[in-house]
């Protein structure tokens, strides 16, 4: 089992930058593949970004690529989102998982507790 902890979230700007993280306990972080999800009042839990266990295949959602990048660090059990070029629309609460290969919240058998962005105009 692995429990994660997200943090990093906050307020800004059109056009502003964030760098959430995702610490992760236990010792078998590197066995999972992880990924960020967002949800947004009214809405379902969308797939942002994954990232395979080594840290070397990387996969971003339409709406975040060209803005979003997702890294690890395996020796620290983390994984990192890098949120630049932030839009209004990008205002929800971000979600890290871990899980297997996927884009469906189904496929992520670990949650955090999530971190609010909030993006103004």
């Known amino acids: 089992q692995v429990q994660l902890v997200e943090s990093g979230g906050g307020g800004v700007h059109t056009g502003g930058s964030l760098r959430l993280s995702c610490a992760a306990s236990?010792?078998?972080?590197?066995?999972?593949?992880m990924g960020w999800f967002r949800q947004a009042p009214g809405n379902e839990r969308e797939f942002v970004a994954r990232?395979?266990?080594?840290?070397?295949?990387?996969s971003i959602a339409d709406s975040a690529k060209g803005r979003f990048t997702i890294s690890r660090d395996n020796a620290k059990s983390t994984v990192y989102l890098q949120m630049n070029s932030l839009k209004p629309e990008d205002t929800a609460i971000y979600y890290c998982?871990?899980?297997?290969?996927?884009?469906?919240?189904?496929?992520?058998?670990?949650w955090g507790q999530g971190t609010q962005v909030t993006v103004s105009s």
């Open positions: 998982a871990a899980g297997d290969w996927g884009t469906s919240p189904k496929q992520y058998d670990y």
């Open positions: 236990g010792r078998t972080f590197g066995t999972y593949v």
């Open positions: 990232i395979n266990r080594g840290g070397s295949v990387t």
